[in-house]
């Protein structure tokens, strides 16, 4: 018995031990800072970085090491996986929580292939399962991985006034599976209200799928329609890269997710981040 109670006592001392290590650890990464090589890269593979304000780039820096330290980028297909891209996607998947409580608590591995990927998906029809083939260039899997085409990240980072960001899109995805569902309701910060979020985002969704099917133009891409968690995906997507025409074209979502970052990129101006 006394064996047995001291075997426990070094389990629960070695698990505390280990917890705030991994705490203290976790608290160094954020207060860290890139080197000056490690932002040049951030700062040429994702040049909407240079927008954002100066409070929030040490902030981003943290993050970002705390990313690069969680997770596991793979190769794929013979992709050698490179500080270009582990640094591109941490830093895009980082500007999504850079002022936020957030995180990828889930994730730990990002798959990257060179290009588009065939992917096997199974679609229900009540007691009928069929399996198709798709090509994709991310996904997004509840509890990771991620999987991205390099080719398809790469060009959605440096055009970023297309409102096409293949990781932004990815990552909203992680964050909207936070909730226990990828069904476009993410976990929302203090003070929003999930009425006011739904309203709006059932009411733009509603009014994109119209759009889709008349035909009429929309700052968001039409893929949006086709259900809430990708309309919540596309939305993130036009926020960061098309930021002012969302809000003169959906002041309300605009006004919603803004609200969920605590980001506001329409006002952000387009100085570039000097080295530090």
Known sequence: MAALLTLLLLGIGFLAVRYWSERRRRKQLLASQLSPDQRAIVLSSVPLLRKLPE?????????????????????CNGVEVSDEMRLSIAAQACLLVVNTQSWYVNLRTVL???AAFKSRRAEHDGYVV?????????ESWARGPVILSWAD????ALDDSDGHN???HEFAHQLDD????TDGAPVLNKGQSFAKWEHVFVGA?????RKVESGQPSVLDGYGATGPQEFFAVAVETFFER????????????RQLASLFQLDPASWAGDSWLDQ
């Open 243 to 254: 930021p002012a025409e969302l809000q003169r074209e959906e002041a309300e979502v605009y």
């Open 178 to 181: 936070l909730s226990g569902h």
């Open 153 to 156: 990240a790469r060009q959605g």
């Open 55 to 75: 409070p929030l780039r040490q902030t981003l820096e943290g993050k970002i090491a705390l990313f690069l330290h969680q997770i596991e980028f793979i190769g």
């Open 112 to 114: 990257i292939y060179p």
């Open 130 to 138: 069929t399996e198709r083939e798709t090509v994709r260039t991310g």
């Open 205 to 209: 969704f509603q009014a994109l799928r």
């Open 166 to 168: 293949v990781v932004l």
